[in-house]
């Protein structure tokens, strides 16, 4: 309800009529107010949930009537929305969990929330202080800080002979040939799915080809290997190490693929609504 970020801009690149009947000219400025937007009763009272300006998660519950997409946009929309959106949310979600495993923490007697927009530009409740004790039961709790740490030992468990299944312990040696497996990635997700799968085609008794894509342009087209593509997307557009491969993808002629055995396994994040995983479904295609 209350955005760090309270508000976003953005300047109209042609004239444009929003909502069917406001104009809005080139070159003319909006300023998007989110905390506007997410108390607007047409997504978030829905005849349902009652006083916008009141904090209810139910309004999030699954189930809860269908809202407008961009109903609540904390960190933007479209193509220059927040970039730092996935590392925030679980920075926040691991300093919330790790406070919560120490400590228990109260405001003080009293203290309301004041939502505040002090200098820093984001939003904080003001004067927020807390009262912080450790967390009965909790990792604080057993240590004597002068001292040393006062629960219980858990002995280690002696060292047990490694069962493995016959599954596990066998890697197949038979030899199902070369596998290319290429990827497009920036920040190493797709990356590290290429080493995962790697590792399985291996169990399988392939040999994997582990590269980026656009060091795939080399190897392509290969009717000999079946080759196994891994990709996420920005913007729609292909990662940094894929935009070679997009070249020579729309230079290829029809049919010039025939007899090439190949796979996608596309990666992205729906919050980009239009452009959801775009570039692995054009390879796709
Ligand atoms: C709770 C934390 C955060 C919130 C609420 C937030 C919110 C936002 C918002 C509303 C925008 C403007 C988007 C738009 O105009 O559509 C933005 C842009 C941006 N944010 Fe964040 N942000 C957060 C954390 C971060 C972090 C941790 C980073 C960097 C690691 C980051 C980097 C950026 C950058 C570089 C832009 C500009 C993107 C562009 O113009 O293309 N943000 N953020
Ligand atoms: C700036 C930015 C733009 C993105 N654009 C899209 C997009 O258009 N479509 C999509 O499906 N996912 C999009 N994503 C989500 C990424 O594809 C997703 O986080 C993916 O896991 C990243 O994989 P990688 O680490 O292998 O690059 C975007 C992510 C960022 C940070």
């Not at 953005?10 to 009947?21: F, K, L, M, P, Q």
């Not at 479209?78 to 920075?91: K, T």
């Not at 596990?168 to 920036?186: L, P, Q, R």
């Not at 593509?229 to 290829?252: C, H, Q, R």
Request: hydrophobic share 35%.
């Amino acid at each position: 309800m209350y955005a760090p970020v309270s508000s976003t801009r953005r300047e109209c690149a042609h004239d444009t009529i929003v909502n069917g009947n406001r104009l809005l000219r080139k070159g003319q400025k909006i300023e998007v107010m989110f905390w506007g937007l997410h108390r607007n009763p047409e997504d978030w009272d829905q005849g349902v949930f009652g006083d916008v300006d009141k904090f209810n998660p139910d309004r999030h519950l699954a189930g809860a009537p269908p809202r407008h997409a961009n109903a609540q946009k904390p960190f933007g929309f479209g193509v220059r929305s927040c970039i730092g959106m996935q590392f925030a949310l679980l920075e926040a979600k691991t300093f919330l969990c790790m406070v919560f495993n120490f400590f228990n923490v109260q405001t003080p007697p009293g203290y309301e929330i004041i939502p505040h927009v002090g200098k820093a530009f984001t939003a904080a409740p003001k004067d927020l202080s807390f009262d912080l004790s450790f967390r009965a039961g909790g990792p604080l709790d057993r240590i004597n800080l002068f001292g040393s740490f006062s629960g219980e030992t858990i002995p280690l468990p002696s060292k047990q002979p490694e069962v493995v299944t016959e599954k596990e312990s066998k890697v197949n040696t038979k030899n199902g040939g070369s596998v290319i497996i290429a990827y497009g990635s920036n920040s190493g997700t797709c990356e590290e799915f290429a080493s995962l799968l790697a590792d399985e085609v291996t169990k399988d008794g392939f040999d994997p080809l582990v590269m980026t894509l656009d060091q795939a342009v080399d190897k392509l087209p290969n009717t000999d290997s079946p080759v196994l593509i891994v990709s996420s997307t920005y913007n729609g557009a292909p990662p940094d190490n894929a935009g070679k491969f997009k070249e020579w993808m729309t230079s290829l002629k029809e049919g010039s693929l025939n007899g090439m055995r190949f796979g996608v396994f596309g990666v992205g994040n729906s919050n980009w609504e239009s452009t959801y995983q775009k570039f692995p479904n054009e390879i796709h295609m």
